[in-house]
């Protein structure tokens, strides 16, 4: 190039830059731009633009931002490659001020601008602006483009906006694999594991063709149901299909059966992957620390230390604080946040991780030192940490400090049922049934609404969804009449329906009446009637499972020698011969 000097032409230039793009060699790219300069080369359009995609590439925005300011004359390319290049890095604002400025010039965008910008559109001010390009991309009837439809339907999806993110997908005349992942991702990101689970079939049905991101989606879906099987049967096809095994569906696919409470299938995959990202590691630490294994997540956790190859990161050092304090581990526990706090990891604590220290404490009986602790910490309490030490006020019956904290929490969350119904408990114990028609009367005076309790079990691929006083199910006299067969059995046996989970003013027996149409024990009695002996029970819940539930599994598992698999919103149960791991404290 040098040699040549004056003689350099189009071709040559354009050669080099493709080379340089193509091995993202910032310094020989930066002296063939220098040399067009030196020699007074006026580059084409098509030039300028591939120096715009060479310095984007080398992640050199700035010179790629001078060479389009500088441009005499722009076209499409121009605009959509620089727009790419803040969209691809996350510079979401500076993308979507270049796209305004776009549009204030003589340039119209295409379908590539159209599908590039969307991407940026996130946030509420984002989200706005992307509402207005959608009536944009409709007046220029672009709607309809595989690229544009694709984008459009994951910028609803990521706003929330689960419905108009599927009234775009079933408009678009064609879809490839890319529309069907992202609306089956949609779904599943917002918890709507069902829909996206149902969607999928439906697709697949239509010949729908999938990657490794769809399989990814939907692992995440079946592991929000706690589908095992049909969590195998889809590993078993990404064998068959032999899809590349990369990272992002190996982590999937290690939070699918952890999620299941299939940790030694889970360990397998991890010990197995060739490249491990943090992700990875946080996925196997808290699926231990969900499952109670503190020694197990303590272990992995100095295994990752001793690599050396990745860096613990703040979920890390929330699931090994976490699975310290599941696993009855709190002294570990402290050391590890002391060793937080003196930086040893670069990691701060945040809020989350002084609430795993509250609720180690609490566990370990320490009731007064976490109040302390918490009067000391650097950051305003939260509900869920006020809730923490209050359930260790009434698991160790210290009423001074649990009234304290119970008349904060009903000031910080008035609409909350639970923070009523362990305070209340807790004034019960003590015989305090005056308090305790105090804060009845108030959650009333409140009109508090609890959210309605669900539960899934997953029978022969099919998952069988109930609620409180369940009578939809189509076995629903068979389930009841073996209900009443059970709680007659497990009184015999010791089982002791705890009252004081029921709100409501109404006579005990109208209480257990109202306890036995909980909907965990009715997939437990569903799965009961359902399943060969011995065969494992597999239930999941969409709140914390009661404390009469609990213990109404535990006789399940004791009685009929069943291993029973409990997932509520806070761990994993897993109660063999009558005992749980979580060791009644949840």
């Known amino acids: 190039m040098a040699a040549r000097g004056l003689e350099m032409k189009f071709e040559s230039y354009d050669m080099l830059l493709n080379a340089c793009i193509k091995k993202r060699a910032f310094r020989e790219g930066q002296r063939v731009h220098a040399h067009m300069i030196k020699t007074r080369y006026l580059p084409p359009v098509y030039l300028r633009n591939r120096l715009i995609i060479f310095y984007s590439k080398c992640d050199r925005l700035r010179e790629a931002r001078n060479v389009l300011d500088e441009m005499p004359e722009k076209d499409v390319v121009s605009w959509t490659a620089m727009i790419s290049a803040y969209s691809q890095r996350g510079f979401a604002t500076e993308a979507l001020d270049l796209f305004l400025e776009m549009l204030r010039s003589v340039t119209e965008p295409n379908e590539f601008t159209f599908a590039t910008v969307l991407s940026s559109c996130t946030g509420t001010f984002g989200f706005e602006l992307g509402r207005q390009i959608h009536s944009l991309i409709i007046k220029r009837t672009l709607d309809t483009h595989i690229f544009v439809g694709s984008s459009l339907l994951d910028m609803y999806a990521k706003a929330g906006r689960i419905h108009e993110a599927r009234e775009v997908f079933e408009s678009l005349p064609e879809r490839d694999v890319v529309s069907c992942t992202a609306i089956i991702s949609g779904y599943a990101q917002l918890g709507l594991d069902a829909e996206a689970l149902e969607l999928f079939r439906r697709l697949n049905l239509e010949g729908m063709s999938s990657n490794y991101v769809t399989y990814a989606s939907v692992l995440t879906a079946l592991s929000g149901l706690a589908a095992l099987d049909l969590g195998k049967q889809v590993h078993n096809h990404v064998l068959r299909c032999k899809l590349p095994f990369y990272v992002v569906l190996q982590n999937s696919l290690i939070d699918v059966y952890s999620k299941c409470g299939n940790l030694i299938y889970s360990r397998r995959i991890f010990d197995n992957m060739s490249e491990r990202t943090v992700i990875s590691w946080n996925a196997m630490l808290?699926?231990?620390?969900?499952?109670?294994?503190?020694?197990?997540?303590?272990?992995?956790?100095?295994?990752?230390?001793?690599?050396?190859?990745?860096?613990?990161?703040?979920?890390?050092?929330?699931?090994?604080?976490?699975?310290?304090?599941?696993?009855?581990?709190?002294?570990?526990?402290?050391?590890?946040?002391?060793?937080?706090?003196?930086?040893?990891?670069?990691?701060?604590?945040?809020?989350?991780?002084?609430?795993?220290?509250?609720?180690?404490?609490?566990?370990?009986?320490?009731?007064?030192?976490?109040?302390?602790?918490?009067?000391?910490?650097?950051?305003?309490?939260?509900?869920?940490?006020?809730?923490?030490?209050?359930?260790?006020?009434?698991?160790?019956?210290?009423?001074?400090?649990?009234?304290?904290?119970?008349?904060?929490?009903?000031?910080?969350?008035?609409?909350?049922?639970?923070?009523?119904?362990?305070?209340?408990?807790?004034?019960?114990?003590?015989?305090?049934?005056?308090?305790?028609?105090?804060?009845?009367?108030?959650?009333?005076?409140?009109?508090?609404?609890?959210?309605?309790?669900?539960?899934?079990?997953?029978?022969?691929?099919?998952?069988?969804?109930?609620?409180?006083?369940?009578?939809?199910?189509?076995?629903?006299?068979?389930?009841?009449?073996?209900?009443?067969?059970?709680?007659?059995?497990?009184?015999?046996?010791?089982?002791?329906?705890?009252?004081?989970?029921?709100?409501?003013?109404?006579?005990?027996?109208?209480?257990?009446?109202?306890?036995?149409?909980?909907?965990?024990?009715?997939?437990?009695?569903?799965?009961?009637?359902?399943?060969?002996?011995?065969?494992?029970l597999r239930v999941i819940k969409n709140l914390r499972i009661c404390i009469d539930c609990h213990n109404f599994a535990k006789f399940v598992s004791k009685i009929y020698m069943r291993e029973v698999y409990l997932r509520d919103k806070n761990r994993f149960h897993h109660i063999s011969m009558g005992v749980c791991s979580c060791g009644d404290y949840w």
């Open 286 to 536: 808290v699926g231990y620390s969900k499952h109670g294994m503190g020694r197990e997540v303590v272990e992995l956790y100095k295994l990752m230390r001793n690599e050396n190859k990745i860096k613990p990161d703040s979920v890390t050092l929330l699931g090994v604080l976490s699975g310290c304090s599941h696993g009855g581990m709190e002294n570990v526990g402290l050391e590890i946040f002391e060793e937080m706090v003196n930086g040893k990891d670069g990691v701060e604590p945040d809020i989350e991780h002084y609430g795993c220290v509250v609720d180690l404490l609490g566990r370990a009986g320490r009731v007064e030192e976490a109040f302390e602790f918490i009067k000391k910490m650097p950051f305003e309490p939260t509900a869920a940490l006020w809730g923490s030490l209050l359930g260790a006020c009434k698991v160790h019956s210290n009423i001074e400090v649990g009234e304290f904290v119970g008349h904060r929490l009903l000031e910080i969350e008035p609409e909350n049922a639970g923070n009523y119904v362990i305070l209340s408990n807790l004034y019960a114990s003590t015989g305090r049934w005056e308090d305790v028609r105090m804060v009845r009367d108030l959650m009333l005076k409140k009109a508090v609404k609890k959210e309605p309790g669900r539960s899934w079990i997953e029978l022969d691929q099919t998952l069988h969804s109930f609620h409180a006083s369940d009578r939809s199910h189509p076995r629903r006299e068979e389930v009841f009449a073996k209900m009443k067969e059970l709680s007659i059995k497990f009184k015999e046996a010791g089982y002791v329906p705890d009252l004081s989970c029921v709100l409501h003013d109404v006579d005990e027996e109208q209480k257990e009446k109202i306890l036995l149409g909980h909907s965990e024990k009715l997939a437990l009695t569903f799965g009961l009637i359902s399943t060969s002996d011995r065969a494992p």
